[in-house]
Structures are given as structure tokens and as C-alpha cells.
């Protein structure tokens, strides 16, 4: 069964830093881009960070540049995102999703919450 499942989202304060997984099954991660989108209460679903399969390039939302990091480790068909920094304007639903950085993506997870708060 293909399955990409995120965790590791939860309540932090302003100025913390949480730590997304991507586990992937039932398919290779190797051969996708690896994507993360957020999706905050009456907002549309936007790109956080994307990076691609054969290279490592990495792209981000002007929102989240020096602020998160994505990252990929293809040996245990995982992704992360590193979240530091952390702003209540982050709180969203945070899905990842495989398939090109171009904008065409295969699966979805399911979503983790993260919502950012004092």
C-alpha cells in the first residue's frame, strides 16, 4: 500500500522549533521530489519548501527562508522539515507529498498539525 505519513507536529511557543518526518511506504522516495505544504483555518493550501530527488536542490516560501529546512534521507525513505523560529502565522496543517518540485505531486500524506501559540 502507498502511504506517506507525517508527525511530529504539535503545540510550541513563539520562537520554538519543531522537527516534521515524512515516512514514505509502499514505493521508493529515491526517484520523487519531496514536497511540504501548509494549510492554515480559511486559507488555501500553499508550498513551504520543496527538495528535488536527483540533485538536493532545495527551494523555499519567502515566508519560511532561513527559518526552515528540508531534508531527505533516501536510505530509510524518510523527509524532514526543520522548523525554527517558529511564528503563530505558522500554524497550518502540514502535509508532505511526492512528486515533482514543478508542481505535480503523486501522494499525499495525511496531514500533522502544528500550531504555534503562548
Known amino acids: 500500500q502507498v502511504q506517506l505519513v507525517e508527525s511530529g507536529g504539535g503545540l510550541v511557543q513563539p520562537g520554538g522549533s519543531l522537527r516534521l518526518s515524512c515516512a514514505a511506504s509502499?514505493?521508493?522516495?529515491?526517484?520523487?521530489?519531496i514536497g511540504w505544504f501548509r494549510q492554515a483555518p480559511g486559507k488555501e493550501r500553499e508550498g513551504v519548501s520543496c527538495?528535488?530527488?536527483?540533485?538536493?536542490?532545495?527551494y523555499y516560501a519567502d515566508s519560511v527562508k532561513g527559518r526552515f529546512t528540508v531534508s531527505r534521507d533516501n536510505a530509510n525513505n524518510m523527509a524532514y522539515l526543520r522548523m525554527n523560529s517558529l511564528k503563530p502565522e505558522d500554524t497550518a496543517v502540514y502535509y508532505c507529498a511526492a512528486g515533482t518540485c514543478l508542481g505535480d505531486y503523486d501522494y499525499w500524506g495525511q496531514g500533522t498539525q502544528v500550531a504555534v501559540s503562548s
Open positions: 509502499g514505493f521508493t522516495l529515491d526517484y520523487y521530489d
Open positions: 527538495i528535488r530527488s536527483y540533485d538536493g536542490i532545495t
